[in-house]
């Protein structure tokens, strides 16, 4: 057997002051009222569901004086009032914190127990960038205005629960985000007054019922919520250049997920001349919303067919104030209407060409541009994909006036008494009839017009 050899040298004079100082320390700590440091355990014991149940006068008698010089500013957040006091011991050991100490955001508790009055817990310690970014945005700056209904970080986050963004459970999951803003902007009565409009909805109600909730409950997660329009931790007001939802900026907040509609738009002649200061012109809310933005084929959207010439453009192209200021063509709507086009959108032909049908959607540009759906070059490709047969010459002038484009003037007494059925193709014959004199009467229809279908683009008046 081979025989042990110890060590020769002693051990040195270094690790025997070490060893001496450790054993030291821990005699010490276990002598009766040395300080120590205060372990979770230790809340976990007092922070029970018991202590909500308990009257506020025994619940102090648990805790030490606060000092009377403490910055009361931490009583702006009203809305703690009415949080637990319980901590869940198996919510926390799940959450993102769980490997942190209590003290570690409750930095100003130093024993047990601690005192009645604790500092509001500062997270940009921790989190400094976001911490920043907080302080500038409209929810940072109403705490720090001592406003106590506006959102904190454990408002969104949670507390001592907090889960990462990709947990189905988590508050600021996809799906659950609009129900954590809503908390603020829907459930809470004062709140809800100052963002809601003359019918009473507020944009948390109208996002519930747009095309965007509607495809995050399907499990879309590729679809908008709050936070992708209003950013989360920079959220700012639309009046403000830098926010996501200043009007210059929209179609770039929009394109994060609408990449091709928000690049045509920027070179359209919407998008340019946005891009140049002008507000008036519109970008991607103005016509198709914001909140409440539903399917296109939907008849409650802005732009469904047979709503986007009555109201949304409409809107700007029938305003005096716009069409002098900056030059545009006039009565473009009232020329539309009186179109054969338009005559069958009155009628409720939803089929037939509205403005979007000739001039575009996104990619609107003026008719002087070769770009232009509208530019005399390419008006036989733009008619021709609603008439595939016509024949050469058929496109012409649409906004002309009715008396030079078809030869004869409709009454609108008698506009809304005709009844086109819909044929194939929407073809409209309105074919004048003859009056006894033999000329032709711009006031009334023959039966056998009236029994043939919507609609003709041509100016001759044969069938």
């Known amino acids: 057997m081979e025989k042990i050899k110890w060590p020769t040298k002693p051990p040195s004079l270094r690790s025997q002051v070490t060893t001496t100082l450790v054993l030291i320390t821990l005699l010490l700590l276990t002598l009766p009222g040395a300080a120590r440091a205060v372990s979770n355990q230790d809340c976990f014991d007092c922070h029970t569901p018991d202590l909500n149940a308990m009257a506020p006068d ?22 703690w009032k009415d949080r637990t006091l319980e901590v869940d011991k198996e919510s926390f050991a799940k959450s993102v914190h769980k490997d942190l100490d209590c003290t570690n955001c ?7 127990p601690h005192k009645a009055v604790l500092a509001a817990v500062d997270c940009g310690s921790c989190h400094t960038e976001i911490g920043a970014l907080y302080h500038k945005s409209v929810h940072g700056k109403l705490v720090g205005k001592g406003n106590g209904k506006a959102a904190g970080c454990a408002d969104c986050h949670g507390a001592h629960d907090i889960l990462k963004a990709k947990d189905p459970n988590s508050r600021i999951a996809k799906k659950n985000v609009a129900d954590t803003c809503g908390k603020c902007h829907l459930d809470d009565p004062a709140i809800a007054e100052k963002s809601s409009f003359a019918t009473g909805l507020t944009p948390a109600i109208l996002y519930q019922s747009s095309i965007h909730a509607q495809a995050i409950q399907r499990g879309n997660n590729s679809a908008a919520t709050c936070n992708d329009c209003h950013e989360s931790h920079s959220l700012l007001p639309m009046s403000d250049p830098a926010s996501s939802i200043f009007k210059m900026n929209v179609s770039k907040t929009c394109g994060k997920c609408h990449y091709r509609e ?15 200061g002008i507000f008036d012109s519109p970008s991607c809310n103005d016509c198709h919303g914001e909140h409440g933005v539903v399917a296109t084929t939907d008849p409650r959207s802005s732009v469904y067919r047979a709503t986007v010439s ?36 009155m009628l409720g032909d939803t089929t037939v060409a509205n403005c979007s049908s000739c001039h575009g959607i996104h990619n609107i540009f003026p008719s002087s541009d070769e770009r232009s759906t509208v530019n005399q070059a390419n008006l036989g490709k733009t008619c021709g994909s609603c008439h595939p047969k016509m024949s050469e010459g058929f496109a012409g002038r649409i906004h002309g006036e009715p008396s030079n484009s078809i030869g004869y ?17 929407a073809r409209l014959y309105a074919v004048p009839q003859a009056s006894s004199t033999g000329s032709r009467s711009s006031g009334s229809f023959s039966a056998s017009a009236r029994a043939r279908a919507p609609i003709c683009a041509s100016t001759s008046t044969n069938a």
């Not at 025994?58 to 009583?75: I, N, T």
């Not at 009232?334 to 338009?342: L, R």
């Not at 003037?409 to 193709?425: A, E, K, M, T």
């Open 58 to 79: 025994d619940r102090a008698e648990m805790v030490l004086p606060a000092d009377d010089d403490f910055d009361a500013g931490h009583k702006q957040r009203v809305r």
């Open 106 to 112: 409750h930095a100003d508790i130093d024993e047990v």
């Open 262 to 276: 928000a690049s045509e738009y920027d070179e359209s002649v919407h998008g340019v001349a946005l891009g140049h």
């Open 310 to 345: 009555k109201v949304t453009c409409f809107s700007c192209h029938s305003q005096e104030r716009i069409i002098r200021k900056y030059g545009l063509a006039s009565k473009r709507f009232q020329t539309y209407e009186d179109s054969f086009h338009g005559l069958a959108d």
């Open 409 to 425: 003037r409709i009454s609108r007494r008698n506009q809304v008494d005709l009844l086109f059925p819909h044929r194939r193709h």
